[in-house]
C-alpha cells in the first residue's frame, strides 16, 4: 500500500502536529499565553501540511463543505496573533471541531483497539453514541 507507507517526511509532520498540539496546551494552560499558542498553530499548521502534503492540504481546507471551519480557523488564528488569545482560541476550536469532525469515526475506532480504552469504548451507552458517527466517510 503505497498511501500507508511512512517516509521521513510524513513523521517529521507526525512530530511537527503533535508539538503543536503540546504548545497549544501548554499556551492555555499557561493562561492563554499568544506566543506558545501561535507557535503552536503554526507548528499544527506545518505538521499537517508535511503529513497529508501541500496539495491535499490546500484541497482539505478549501472544500466548500469546510468553508465555515476553515475561515474560523483563519479568524482564530490572526486573533491570537494579534493578542486577542481568548476569543482567538474560542473561534478555532469551533473551526477546529467543524473541520475535523469527519475524523471522529477513525479516532474511535482507534481508541477502540487500546486494551484498557477499549473496553471502556465498547460499552452499551458509548456504542450507541458512536454508532451514529460511524458511517460517515474520512474528509481527505
Do not use: C, Q
Amino acid at each position: 500500500m503505497v498511501g500507508l507507507e511512512m517516509n521521513d517526511r510524513k513523521k517529521i509532520g507526525i512530530g511537527l502536529t503533535g508539538f503543536g498540539v503540546l504548545f497549544s496546551f501548554l499556551g492555555i494552560i499557561f493562561f492563554f499565553d499568544k506566543g506558545l499558542l501561535a507557535m503552536g498553530n503554526i507548528l499544527f499548521i506545518a505538521g499537517v501540511t508535511l503529513t497529508i502534503g501541500m496539495k491535499s492540504t490546500i484541497s482539505f481546507f478549501l472544500k466548500p463543505r469546510n468553508y465555515k471551519g476553515s475561515i474560523s480557523f483563519l479568524v482564530g488564528f490572526v486573533l491570537v496573533l494579534l493578542g486577542w488569545a481568548i476569543l482567538g482560541m474560542i473561534v478555532e476550536a469551533y473551526g477546529f471541531v467543524v473541520l475535523f469532525s469527519g475524523f471522529w469515526p477513525t479516532v474511535v475506532v482507534f481508541l477502540g483497539r487500546i486494551p484498557v480504552l477499549g473496553w471502556l469504548i465498547n460499552t452499551p451507552f458509548l456504542l450507541a453514541f458512536f454508532d451514529r458517527f460511524r458511517e460517515r466517510r474520512v474528509p481527505v
